[in-house]
Nanobody
Framework: QVQLVESGGGSVQAGGSLRLSCVSS?????MGWFRQVPGNEREGVAG???????NYADSVKGRFTISKDNAKNTLYLQMNSLKPEDTAMYYC???????????????????WGQGTQVTVSS
């Protein structure tokens, strides 16, 4: 049984930064970050595979960086130059079965954290 636990969310002013963390109970080949605003579909933000290939949504390219520390079983999302439009619940996700496919899609992930709220004020 694998668990994901996110942390690092909070409230910041536009232009600020946050770093989200996701700790898993074991190593996972394929992981990603999603976000969701009430009334909207869940959006893939960034993904990373076993070889550290990375993929980003166009809306966050150049501002967000996904990374991982395999020794710590920890996934990160560094978010810089935050905008009010980045306000959402952010979810860590993992694909337990073999394979990792970009761009990341909700249907290709089967393990989810409980979410951490990010709020960016103007």
């Amino acid at each position: 049984q694998v668990q994901l636990v996110e942390s690092g969310g909070g409230s910041v002013q536009a232009g600020g930064s946050l770093r989200l963390s996701c700790v898993s109970s074991r190593y996972l080949d394929c992981m990603g970050w999603f976000r969701q605003v009430p009334g909207n579909e869940r959006e893939g933000v960034a993904g990373i595979d076993r070889n550290r290939n990375r993929n980003y949504a166009d809306s966050v390219k150049g501002r967000f960086t996904i990374s991982k520390d395999n020794a710590k079983n920890t996934l990160y999302l560094q978010m810089n130059s935050l905008k009010p439009e980045d306000t959402a619940m952010y979810y860590c996700a993992a694909r337990v079965s073999y394979g990792c496919y970009f761009p990341i899609r909700e249907e290709n992930f089967d393990l989810w954290g409980q979410g951490t709220q990010v709020t960016v004020s103007s």
